[in-house]
């Protein structure tokens, strides 16, 4: 109850109920604080069970006030967690007051966990690049409440919810903000405190966690550790979260700095410049030019397609990632050598040079022929290697070919099938189940029953090197609502893909087919492909443009969940194509392209969002965008015209549609019914992702958004 930031003296200090019904607390008698709930009704203090201090209404048995309602650090079973209260850590283990944590409801009703001290405050969890409903949580209850009962359960108005390790059994528990950022679930076991659950696994993942200027790594051996890098120093031995200071000026004499390579080091968050496709002489000019900049990372990312450049004045949350990655720390050049210099020392192997007689006796003889007969031997299979080695040299440059190896580490993600084994899979290419610009599709059977589409790249003429790293780019994406990437061949002029069968084909195929697909299995179809589109565009590790959305690449599991295909694949397909090719310069198809290919605009993430649009149009309609073309009109006017048809229809209403004018709208093969809310809403989303001006569109994030709050209004 006391402010902890400014404790009371314990030898003096009293708490107690006054007569007019106020809770005081005084300090060598000096009120410190009161509860203010002067009553003219006769109260009681009483300490729950449950470890709540309330204040009562002896008549009517009403809280005036509880104890649960100002926690600290911890919550007990059945204790409300609410909008109104926060967790806040301690500073350390041996001073109690507030400390850098704060565990709490944000404004868009997620709980979440925030570093907040000095010149820096960020959010690291949930994973702060995740959209609310990727990491599993939802935005549209505003009652933000949450408690953990005493079986172990926990539970969140924002859907976050997990069982400790020993749910089940009525124990005494509590919910701990501690010192180093987590969240912990503690049980107490024969007297001592036993964790049951936590929140982050990683401990090197909570930010702030070793200060500014330092280094987290981790081991299951030594656990957590904390260390300054060269050239700096710490500032606190006896608290590590103070991190480190340099021991030179950054800002004065520029000329004299230089940087020294931290490969597989990552400093999250807190960039003051970024840069796309510039050179590592520019990325480390920018640095030098700052007086404020600490370092650089300098990486190849695949999503841009070039190396892109972070300038970093603030180093906090350093870690190693375990992947290639690199950052390039800022020091004075006499720091450098010292670096350099004890690198190679450590890297130098101690050998003496004095020479050691071993005084052994042999007894001599007389060796001659023996001598000339190894002598023989050793030029004839010296020869031999010679022939071998050059031999090998000759076989691999037959069937190296032009392939060019990359100094970049490829790391796929996914098996590498030779073309013989795709041969034995596909059954030498017996079923076809589908084919389209970018290739033909067959089916096949993996060793493990597994049954596969076969996708073969007959327009993919990159090298090797070149398409392992496409493939590198698809192996880092997982989305439920994305096809999965099962391996691939690359084996001479091969480019080929194995994917996940899916059992009910292609969205183009179903809507062929009368009363196939219902309105409930279209309206789940649209959501799932905003999701997966979404992941691309904002929340996969590489950011990716589809560039052909359309109903041919929207595949069909068994229980009709949508996975959006050929992601990714855009700069696999070779882009000199033919006259007669209907892509032309354009990517895409024609019917679902967006007027920023027509008319040579920039190309951004809004030409998978309009191409959306056209796909959901298609999907309540019925009407293909391409189906009624002349071959005199504009590619504009092609794509314009089953837009236009819808407007009309909307405008004709005057005011809001009426399910009459609706059904004028719906696909005629639905014969069942449909749900009016639910459908206006996913005209209003489609329509507003076929506007001409991509500013007017919106994010597949807020597509998704907004089909969520349907299902909410339904």
Known sequence: ??????PVNGKRSKFSLGKTGDLVLTDAGRRFWTSNTNSKFPVQLKLLDSGNLVLIHIDN???????????????????PFTK??????????????????????????????????????????????????????????????????????????DSFTFLTSDYGKTLQRRLTLDVDGNIRVYTLNKRRWIVTWHAIS?????????????????????????????????KNHSDSSFGCEPTFDLTK??????????????????????????????????CLDDPNCKAIQFNFDQGYGAFVCYVKTLLYNGFYKGTPFNTYLKLRKTDVLSYNQKVANESKLECSTSVIELKRPYEEKDESGSRKFMLWFSIILGGIEVLCFLFFCLITKRTSGKTTQSYLAIATGFKRFTYDEI???????????????????????????????????????????????????????????????YGYCAEGKHRILVYEYMENGSLASNLLVANKLDWLKRFEIAKGVAKGLAYLHEECLEWVLHCDVKPHNILLDANYIPKVADFGLSKLFHQNVTEDSIFSRIRGTRG?????????????????????????????????PTCDQAIDY?????????????????????????ETQLMEILDPVMTERFEIIQMKNLLRVALQCVEEDKDARPTMSEVVKMLLDSDKDY
Not at 253 to 276: A, C, K, M, T, W
Not at 634 to 658: G, H, N, P
């Open 253 to 286: 004499h520029p000329e004299n700095y230089d940087f020294i390579r931290l490969p597989f080091v990552e400093f999250y968050g807190f960039d003051s410049q970024f840069s796309s496709r510039s050179t590592f002489s520019e990325c480390k000019k920018a």
């Open 423 to 485: 041969m034995k899979v596909s059954h030498k290419f017996r079923e076809e189940i589908g084919r389209g610009g970018g290739g033909i599709v067959y089916k096949g059977k993996l060793p493990d029953n597994r049954v596969v589409a076969i996708k073969v790249l007959h327009d993919a003429i990159q090298g090797e090197a070149e398409f392992l790293a496409e493939m590198s780019t698809i192996g880092r994406i997982n989305h439920m609502n994305l096809i999965e990437t």
């Open 202 to 234: 990683t401990t090197c993942a909570i930010h702030g966690v070793c200060g500014p200027n330092s280094l987290c790594t981790y081991s299951p051996e030594s656990g957590r550790t904390c260390a300054c890098m060269h050239g700096y120093k710490a």
């Open 1 to 6: 109850m006391a402010n902890r930031d400014e």
């Open 592 to 624: 679902y392209i967006a007027p920023e290919w027509v008319f040579n605009l920039p190309i951004t993430s809004k030409v998978d969002v309009y191409s959306y649009g056209m796909v959901v149009l298609e999907m309540l309609t019925g009407r293909s």
């Open 61 to 79: 048995k009403s809280y005036i006030w509880q104890s649960f309602s100002s926690p600290t650090d911890t919550i007990l079973p059945n204790q």
């Open 84 to 157: 109104d209260t926060a967790l806040t850590s301690i500073r350390s283990l041996t001073n109690f007051s507030s400390g850098f944590y704060k565990f709490y409801f944000d404004n868009d009703n997620v709980i979440k966990l925030l570093y907040n001290r000095d010149e820096v405050t960020s959010v690291f969890w949930p994973r702060p690049w995740l959209l609310p409903w990727a990491a599993g949580r939802t935005t549209y209850n505003n009652s933000r409440f949450a408690s953990l009962d005493s079986k172990g359960r926990f539970w969140s108005s």
């Open 634 to 658: 504009s590619k504009i006017v092609e794509q314009k015209r089953l837009v236009d048809w819808v407007r009309e229809k909307v405008y004709e209403a005057r005011e809001d549609l009426t």
